[in-house]
């Protein structure tokens, strides 16, 4: 194809002005082409960069997270040889600073409310770096002056307290003197659980809090001199702390953590990124095709002059590059605004104050990855426009398989191939891992395959199902499901693929919310006491009787580790490079019970649960969980030899039981017969039922003033705060959830306006027939009934799928279908489609038959 003045123009000048000569006319149109791939850009653009903000964050802000250069935790008092080793570091020019933290009841007196708080005891010059922040401000600094109390707001509301007022802890007094605003190193969630409480550690021995059977943690921070290297520091005595259970942990091990917790963050937002661009793909992939439907005329014309099959496709392939590359620009400053807003929507979850900044990379990729796929996805249909021929030109109409090839088409082959490879590069490239890579992949195009023969079979259906004794609209709009050129495929895969996501969201929150409702029975327990000593048991079991309130269980607890395992001593298991298994097994500290009835939440897989107590001069039985017993390496008639508090107690293993941890009751890695443990210190746990909210405050206001040690814990109010957490993780989630269906609704505008031509002429045709406007419109409604419903069910029966896998292998629940969530959803994408479907087909309700004719 030549021009008069193609010798002053270079071949790729031509190209480019023939290219944009030719677009104006369907420019329009292309925005919906550009609009899918720029949402899916934005979404890849927003992602990356709040990854990368988040992981700057981390390491500079690393040090302040430790609150020192070096960190040493224990969940036992400290050993007398630590003590002693921290105690001589301040000759050497080490500073140390020393805290404790545990949960117990704190009580205002003025009000007389309670509630369970973190109390954290801490040494004057904590943390060393990072600045705790107080309102009023300063107050941190003045909190070592005397019995002072440094509190969440939080609390202040849940006990109708105010600065000023006396919080009492145990046997402690202590004056709140203000409220934390940021503390280094704490998530803004963590307070939803407990509240924290922090006060000076030299007024800690007063609260009397810390007896027999307590959990806490104590840590040290040291604040090296400058220069000195925290490895060599440790070199000494790492292995000596870690052979005494005492972890140490430096700036780059907390960074290293964070960067792991980030990166399992930025491997789920990843996948949501790779989903909204592929869902753009779609979109690009039907945009282009509604295109290129209403280019056959203009294909025919430039070849009756001339122009050749190549130069056609590389003028559309140029168009669609640019188109794809303002798109791509588009969404990456679409993607730079989403950006903001992320760290408003996942802030609270983060350990870190996420500093906003460009992320070059993140942006130039983003812009890379879109036009590629732009183009590897528009490709595919462009390369029909090489089978139109100049004889189109005039026998347009009665010539309908124009576009569509006979036999093998090597071209289209190859390209197909390419999308494959790109969606498996993209989504290797996206987890940082080959096998999740492919695993994703395999995931996504089986449930798009599944889309695609739901779409297939109901096509075949309704060709079969069709009833003469049918009104004639349903009949017509049922037709057009299985007509020459159809979208029923393009519209299933984009409102199923939406559908299967949304849903699924939605569902495994609902299953998550019916694990903690405690409202389903009268007989569950709501009230928890916990750090109970034998001699109290007696007190708080009678307090509830006489309140009329049920004792539902009164579960004994004795600490213990594992001293033996088959004759072998825990230190050389721990020595055996060659064994296999997790070391954290061998190291913990155990909180074991006995008994001789299996709990509700426990079954067993292998074995058989003691029914009776072991007889006199007999080994005890011991029942592990299957999950630690694997890591342990146990088989059924191992022996394991505990200590318990300073005393050997051999056992005998002969079940392993599944524990559903999830269950608000107490449950246990270990089970002993009641032989082995009867006569060791021991606490409780006892579990109540207390109808009303008056009834719990009075009880926990009455175990306080008697035993202030005594923890106790409202569950009611426990499934109010998870549920609140659930429900921002729902919110973060279905804001991604959202964007993805977002970018889906350009897919389904495409796929419609793909059959424009075919809904015209047959809107003429019914007119001439003498059809109303009103039956054109039934006719469309029940054309898109039938495809959203189609698209909707499908989607929603995907989701169960999806939501049963995610319960049963991450969450490790079990999985009860949401009904109502799923078909509130389901409708709601149903009206979607029909609002699509009528809003681009009222064309063909304006349409007449003149009209038409004059169109040709």
Known sequence: ?????????????????LAWRESRTARRRLLLYMSSIALGVAALVAIDSFAGNVARSVRTQSRALLGGDVAFTTRRPWPKPVLAWLDSLPARGVRVARTTQFASMGLVPRTGKTRLVQVRAVERGYPFYGEVTTRPAGRWTALHG?????????????????????????????????????????????????????????YLAETQLLVFGSR??????????????????????????????????????????????????????????????????????????AFVARKIDTVAVLRCLGATARQILAIYVTQAAAMGLIGAAAGALLGIGVQLLIPRVLGEFLPVDVSVTLEPAAIVAGVIVGVWVALVFALRPLLALRRVSPLQAIRRDVDPGALRGRGLDWASALVSLAVVASVAGLAVQRTGRVRDGLGITLAIFAALALLWVSATVTSWLARRALRKGWPYVVRQGVANLYRPGSQTRAVTLALGFGAFLVSTIYLVQANLLRTLDLRDTATRANVLFFDVQEDQATFVDSTLRAGGY?????????????????????????????????RWPLRREYRSTYRTTQGEAERVTAGRFFTSDAPAGTTPEVSFEAGVARELGLSLGDTVTWDVQGVQVATRVTSFREVNWQR?????????????????????????????PDGVARVQRDVVARHPNVSSVDLSLVQRTVGSILEKVAVAVRFLGVFCLAVGIPVLVSAVAATRRDRLRDAVLLKTLGATRAQIGRILL???????????????????????????????????????????????????????????????????????????
């Open 146 to 202: 005397g019995p002072h109390a440094l509190v969440d707001r939080s609390l202040l509301i849940a006990l109708d307290a105010q600065i000023g007022d006396t919080l009492v802890l145990g046997y402690g007094r202590f004056r709140i003197d203000g409220t934390l605003e940021n503390v280094p190193g704490d998530a803004g969630i963590a307070s939803v659980i407990g509240p924290r409480v922090y006060i000076p550690a030299r």
């Open 782 to 856: 029940a054309e898109y009934a039938v495809l959203g419903a189609l698209g909707a069910v499908a989607g929603m029966l995907l989701s169960f799928a999806g939501a049963w896998a995610l319960q049963k292998w991450i969450f490790r629940g079990t999985f009860v279908p949401a009904w109502d969530s799923a078909l509130a959803i389901a409708g709601l994408l149903m009206a979607l489609t029909l609002l699509i479907g009528v809003l681009t087909g009222r064309e063909a309700f304006r349409s007449t038959p003149m009209a038409a004719l004059r169109d040709g």
């Open 1 to 17: 194809m030549s021009a008069p003045d193609s010798g002053a123009r270079s071949p790729w000048a031509s190209l480019f002005r």
């Open 664 to 692: 608000f009751e107490p449950n246990f890695f270990a089970v002993f017969q009641p032989a082995a443990l009867q006569a060791a210190p021991k606490q409780f746990v006892i579990l109540a039922r207390i109808p009303t």
């Open 550 to 582: 049920r004792v539902l269980s009164s579960t004994p607890i004795v600490t213990m580790r594992i001293a033996a395992v088959n004759g072998r001593t825990t230190a050389s298991l721990l020595a055996d490079t060659s064994r296999r298994g997790e």
């Open 216 to 289: 806490a943690e104590y840590e040290a921070v040291v604040r090296l001199p400058d220069g000195q290297s925290a490895a060599k520091f440790l070199q000494p005595v790492k292995r000596r702390f870690d052979d005494q259970q005492v972890r140490s942990r430096t700036v780059a091990d907390t960074e290293r953590g964070l960067t792991e917790a980030v990166d399992r963050l930025s491997d789920f937002l990843s996948i949501v990124g790779l989903i909204a661009l592929l869902l753009g793909g779609v979109g690009v992939a039907s945009g282009v095709s």
